[in-house]
């Protein structure tokens, strides 16, 4: 039987009465599906030039905001954070782990924790095979520096196996020097010991497979670590280049996607070298700004891949739009 544009209109009007009807009185529809806490797998992949780049997620860390920026005043914290529509009490920041498949090497920058951290990070393999990239394949893996979330994640819980068999593992010289020497100004510290510790027990499980860098020195073909100290010594950025196309990763030198490009030169809780620290982010920042060059970030949010724009005497973060198809974004 045809139904007429008459009857049809009608029909739909009385459809929609009749919801709207349910809706005012009190009914609600009942979903068939169970509400679920599950995430897409925790990669963005992408190209630049010849290169295949990946970003993978390790999960998230979260600190108080006061410990990040302690001598800010908690108005002027506050203001900064509630104008991004942050919480004011803590900054969640994100863990991207870059893969740069090279064509001849497969590198990794940094390598996460597994999870010694905090517990809302330790997602690195199980994201890196939503990837489909073994943990036997990685060539090399870059330590930026040695904190947790950056070092941690080469050993496993007990640090009797390496995370990466097969990989060879490059840290800046001065870093690595740095956490080495004897009678150590951090091993008595309330914070810093911890840590110091810690790090002497991850970076013997790796240390024979050990090679070091120098500023401008190269990681693999592409890859060159750029210095960049203050969050720590020997702290290394990572320029990666193929063909006419760059990118720079920031490692640690940004945090907060609104703290850091608004105010580059607060000084950062976590920067062993507080001065140093803002300077570094400043230079950093206003060379991605002047030559409009892609950056990777290891803590904005996922997948922390974007411009720096300058906004008066600060910045601005861009990020690139979401590429369903694995080409470079824009």
Known sequence: MSLGRRDFLLAAGSAMA???????????????????KSQVPGFYRFSLGQFQLTVVSDGTIAFPAETLWPEATKAERDAVLVSD???TDKSTLQVNVLAVNTGDRLVLIDAGSRGKMQPTAGRLLQNLAAAEIKPEEVDTILITHAHPDHLWGVANASDTERTFPNAEYVIGEAELNFWMQPQHPLESHATWGGIYRQNMITLATINDRIRTVKPDGEVVSGITALATPGHTPGHTS?????????????????GNRAVAFQHPD???????????????????????????????????????VGHVVRTG?????LPSDWRWEGVSPT
Request: proline letters at 5%; charged letters at 15%; one cysteine or more.
């Open 85 to 87: 529509f942050q919480p």
């Open 313 to 317: 005497t600060a910045f601005g973060w």
């Open 238 to 254: 990572v320029q990666i280049a193929s063909g006419s196309n760059q990118l720079l990763c920031s490692a640690d030198v940004v």
């Open 18 to 36: 009749g919801l709207v009807g349910a809706s005012w009185n009190g009914g609600c529809a009942q979903a068939r599906a169970p509400i679920s």
């Open 266 to 304: 607060w000084r950062g809780g976590f920067d062993l070298d507080l001065d140093q620290g803002a300077k570094t982010r400043r230079a950093f920042l206003d060379r991605c700004a002047s030559e409009k060059v892609m950056i990777s970030t290891y803590h904005l949010p996922f997948p922390g």
